[in-house]
């Protein structure tokens, strides 16, 4: 059968423009496993093939060893640069950020990383900054500023990517909580009610009959709400940890809500007077060990100064590490007290995450919404929790 009919590698008999071209590209995707000789590749199909087959024609690398990292990459940093600089060259940024990422899983390159000339080259992303932050404990000192510079630029892309959204997205639910929806006689707010109720008017009477009372907003301090990401940092979390410091910023910025940020292990570490700059959230970080996540609400509970008016984000696949009984019973303490909860087993673009299921499903019978959220959901999931709505939980 031929790529005309529908399947297979075309059949080389053929002859003209559109089956060379045919030809071409099931040579470029088969790699030397294509099925018979095909037209040559010269140039740029050539190059092309060559940085592919490095990588995939390799052998992969052994986890427990480091493996044979020779394949078609070499051991080195500077032929390492060089398949860096092709691929960035014949691939677009996203197949670029895929390959990358294949090589370090491949071919236990991630030794690598601590060589800053290889850091120039490598196109940055979500994923390779989770690679740096569990790294650059043992970075040489010569490597770290080239890290951070690596670090800033992705997350100043996120920055600019999500800010806009989720700030319109708290102030709008922080507006709405503002308004008081039974207001004392001399709290109404005459205009507003008057506006609400137009569709309530009675022209023979030429009177407004009003439905709904609009009360003034609450002053300032009574409007603020309190925000409280606990995220999870052992090492399957890295994506989660990088768009939590993000959004932990970027919220901390809002002067009507105030943020608090927790990492947390088999430790705690409390990160809320670093959300001036993400960066040095993210290298606070300590991506890896096991896990305690009983002991990291207990510290988040310690700092529920006016439940009613404050949200917990616990960002974590619910594998604990700690006394295992003791997570439902902390969950129901805090929701209790009257704070509103909310577990996200993600916060990444990566799709569904393995995690507990005898947790979520506990959690999920306490009420608690249980869900992998993608950075784009973020920002409407933090306004339904703070206007106490039904959050946007996404279908199984």
Known sequence: ????????????????????ERARRWRLVLGAAADGPGPPLHGRDAAMDGALAALYEAPAADPGTGGDRSGGLGASAPSVARWLGDIRTYFPSPVVQVMQRDALDRLGLSALLLEPELLEAVEADVHLVGTLLSLHQAMPERTRQTARTVVRTVVTELEQRLATRTRAAVKGALDRSAKVRRPRHRDIDWNRTIAANL?????????????????????????????????????????SVVYASVFGAVLASMRSLATRLVLFDTS????????HDPVDVLFGAR??????????????????????????????????????????????????????????LALSDEGAPAYDREHAR??????VPVFACTPEAFPEVMAAAIERRPLPVPAD
């Open 1 to 20: 059968m031929t790529a005309a009919t529908g399947g297979g590698t075309p059949d080389h008999r053929e002859r003209g423009p559109a089956a060379d």
């Open 199 to 239: 569709k309530h008017y009675l022209p023979e009477h030429r009177t407004v009959v009003p439905e709904r009372l609009v009360g003034h907003g609450r002053s300032a301090q009574s409007l603020a709400k309190e925000v409280i990401l606990c995220v999870d940092q052992s090492a399957s979390m890295a994506a």
């Open 268 to 275: 705690v570490v409390d990160l809320t007077g670093e959300l």
């Open 287 to 344: 991506l890896g060990g096991g896990t305690d996540i009983n002991r990291a609400l207990a510290h988040c509970q310690r700092h529920l100064t006016r439940p009613a008016d404050t949200v917990v984000v616990l960002i974590s696949d619910l594998y604990e590490g700690g006394v295992r009984g003791e997570l439902p019973k902390r969950v129901a303490a805090i929701k209790a007290s009257g704070a509103q909860f909310v577990a996200l």
């Open 362 to 367: 506990a959690l999920a019978a306490l009420g």
